[in-house]
């Protein structure tokens, strides 16, 4: 595969570059990540003619060659380093018409690398609509690169490019280089310099070695020794980064601005303010209506999270019961079946059911990205966000922990700032995610009666919204004492574009759902399997004869019960015989305070790699069979339960609150844990994490059980 | 000129000649955004609380906060 040329795509945030990478490979595309960084690297191949086939890759949205993110440094990453693998044949810039003179602050500083560049001409439908008249012949010869006019959104120009693009892939394989053009002689402003770096690393381009100069400390590709050789040098000649990268800034801009003025033509510029898009902001940024609409927006996604994924999920959910007891039926009894059943298809099943959620809620935020409202949003929030030490775009990671913190945390990516970056991704999983419902809903179903109040408000209703509030102001509480704990110093800024609002593309919103489950899926899959399959073990075999024992004593016991009751008799026993059950005797003195036996403390245990276990473990435990859990059988059995040392019910409120509690703080899931430590490589902040929400957990249910008892 | 101003001191639909950046962290990634000195500038809109603001610079919208904002000088 390597023998098939290298295409990059680069350009602004905004652009159209994502679109047009969609466009060009359609569903011929994979993520993956660029090596040592935990930044999507998008690839995929692109047919340009019958016989000419290209690797396209995406590389992330940047304003300029001089990173300010993780992210915008893996575009300098490839592009400095002729030995990347993805290292360009050819660069793609995606270029904004309406917005040219920023867009070709970029196409400048790539096409000064020597690298044979393209820019294709996005958007000229917006910009003709601001009466902007761009002259695409004189503009291709002033930049000295070809200039192909495109449409990402429809598709428009495609058949063009890939023209364009396969003569100039084509031409460079018989040799002929494509026109070399230098718009600023950056090199020229520390001449020794360059040239010192030039010799000493091969280097034939002067922007190259410049970019060395200023740059190469940072870079991934280059060893320590030569790191150290640059800083150095960089000391030997007195470099002044700052003021020389200000100076060519400025040098780039004066270019740019005698070209833009010869071939775009403004005809009326005060048509321009009366556009769409101001109208639109009018009321979105409003100051009071601004964050109305914000919150009925928030409130329909949290519906739509809510009743409208209830039905695939129920779908889901039946089906794997289904499919379950099926296999029961067809296959003969042995334990590799019980494992399958039981163990394998049952964590499976687990997983399978927040797809509808997580499908619901990036349907939503990727139309909102799209549509150009989110960085609306972050720029309502940014000033409530930042006084608890959080930033405007830790918003989009908030909401998406509703469903599920694992693509919450990633989407912390977005966040310049570290101190801010990393005190979202410590109190996103507080958020309460959709794995949380199930023990919410029977545990309230359990203690709360399902009265109406004030006419119109249910009372279990009403409970389950106050476990979502506490959790969210558990959050930013938490946050807050990070924010003064937290000793990391770094300036938090927020220079964000506010795009145009356009009309979603909805074969994007599509690909980001695909995208999303699909990472989920085997991010979250990996770790709720195993440890299915783990508890399952743990809960079939039991110190040698024990668990023997234990279901000979209630054959004895129940020899007149009828073949159901016995069975979920033998079952509890065999359990608490197991090494699971022993496991939960271990535990009990540390959670009686919270007013739990050893049943419960089998479920936490079960439940602490992925809390979403708990309801199918407490259906086991409770002997009701592994293929029934529906919630009324369960709660008719825990109302039933009663508490060896007092006599009376086992789940008091007290104990049912205490476990809400418990559940809605506590760091049960695994898969978090995971994604955490790969986002902040290492185990210094999921092991905090670990340790400050399983404080919190403790002793938020320590206080409830002691106040309610 | 009397006393230095800067974009945050911009009413709603005001504008203003950017005339010098202060030095400061930030004034590069301004700079690369399109707020050179001899730029336009217009205050579009103000976010709830103040903060952060958004203008109109090189024909497009930028959302920046206060505190960055007041490193921008204007003529008006």
Known sequence: ?709 | MDVLKSVADLKPGQKGIISKLQEDELTLKLLEMGCLPGTEVEMCHVAPFGDPLCIRVSGYLLSLRKSEAETILINC
């Open chain 1, 1 to 709: 595969m390597s023998s098939l040329p290298n295409i990059s795509l680069v350009g602004n945030p905004n652009s159209g570059k994502s679109s047009l990478f969609n466009q060009l490979t359609g569903l011929n595309q994979k993520v993956g990540n660029f090596p040592g960084v935990t930044v999507d690297k998008k690839t995929g191949t692109c047919r340009l003619t019958a016989a000419h086939t290209a690797v396209i890759t995406d590389l992330p949205g940047t304003y300029s060659l001089y990173p300010k993110s993780p992210d915008e440094r893996v575009v300098a990453n490839v592009l400095l380093n002729p030995r990347d693998p993805v290292f360009p044949d050819l660069v793609v810039v995606v270029v904004d018409a309406a917005n040219l003179k920023r867009n070709l602050l970029l196409f400048t500083e790539v096409k000064d690398l020597g690298l044979p560049v393209l820019l294709a001409l996005n958007m000229l439908d917006v910009a003709r609509k601001q009466n902007l008249q761009i002259d695409v012949p004189l503009l291709s010869e002033r930049l000295h690169a070809p200039v192909v006019s495109i449409n990402a959104r429809t598709g428009e120009g495609m058949d063009a490019l890939k023209k364009e693009i396969t003569k100039m892939l084509t031409n460079a394989s018989n040799g002929l280089a494509p026109r070399k053009h230098t718009f600023v002689e950056a090199a020229e402003y520390v001449p020794e310099l360059t040239g010192q770096i030039k010799r000493q690393f091969g280097l034939e381009n002067d922007y190259i070695a410049y970019q060395y100069a200023h740059q190469g400390e940072e870079v991934s590709f280059l060893g320590q020794d030569q790191k150290r050789q640059l800083e150095r040098w960089r000391d030997d000649y007195r470099f002044q980064d700052k003021s020389l990268q200000a100076r060519e800034t400025v040098a780039r801009y004066e270019v740019i601005g005698r070209i833009v003025a010869e071939a775009v033509k403004e005809a009326d510029n005060d048509q321009r303010k009366e556009n769409f898009t101001s109208r639109l902001d009018a009321i979105f940024l409003h100051r009071i209506w601004g964050t109305v609409i914000f919150l009925a927006i928030l409130l329909l996604i949290f519906q739509a999270i809510f009743a409208w994924a209830e039905y695939p999920m129920n779908l889901i959910d039946g089906g794997i019961a289904q499919l379950n007891q099926w296999l029961h039926n067809q296959l003969p009894k042995s334990l590799l079946v019980d494992l399958l059943t039981d163990g394998l298809i049952a964590g499976l099943g687990g997983i399978l059911v927040f797809i509808p959620q997580i499908a619901v809620l990036f349907a939503f935020i990727s139309v909102l990205e799209e549509s150009g409202y989110m960085a609306r949003v972050v720029f309502l929030m940014d000033r409530m966000m930042r006084s608890v030490g959080l930033n405007g775009r830790s918003v989009v990671p908030l909401i998406s922990g509703v469903a599920c913190a694992v693509p919450a945390v990633m989407a912390t990516r977005s966040i310049d700032n570290w101190k801010e970056r990393l005190i979202t991704i410590m109190v996103t999983p507080l958020m309460s995610c959709s794995a949380r419902i199930p023990i919410y809903t029977i545990l309230i179903a359990l203690v709360v009666p399902d009265q109406t109040v004030l006419g119109v408000m249910n009372l279990q209703g009403i409970a389950l919204m106050a476990l979502y509030l506490l959790g969210f102001a558990a959050a930013i509480l938490s946050a807050l004492v990070m924010k003064w704990v937290l000793k990391i110093k770094g300036r938090s800024f927020l220079i964000m574009e506010l795009p145009e609002y356009k009309m979603p593309r909805w074969a994007n919103v599509g690909l980001t759902i695909i995208e999303k489950v699909k990472a989920f899926v085997l991010e979250a899959g990996k770790v709720i399997i195993a440890i299915a399959v783990i508890l399952w073990v743990l809960s079939t075999y039991g110190p040698p004869g024990q668990m023997q024992q234990a279901e000979a004593k209630v054959r004895q016991e129940y020899k007149n019960a009828g073949k159901d009751e016995l069975g979920n008799h033998i079952a509890s026993a065999r359990l608490e015989a197991s090494y699971a059950g022993h496991f939960g005797k271990f535990i009990e003195p540390a959670i009686r305070p919270l007013g739990y036996d050893w049943k419960i403390g089998i479920a936490l245990l079960s439940s602490f790699a992925a809390r979403e276990v708990f309801v199918g473990t407490l259906s086991t435990i409770y002997s009701v069979g592994s293929d029934d859990e529906d919630t009324e059988t369960i709660k008719e059995r825990l109302q039933q339960e009663i508490n060896p040392r007092t006599g009376g019910p086992m789940y008091t409120p007290a104990t049912a609150f205490s476990l809400l509690v418990f559940y809605a703080f506590a760091m049960m899931c695994m898969s978090t844990i995971a994604i955490v430590h790969r986002e902040t490589k290492g185990w210094k902040w999921p092991i905090i994490q670990l340790v400050y929400m399983t404080v919190l957990a403790y002793v938020s249910a320590l206080v409830v059980y002691t106040v309610l008892k």
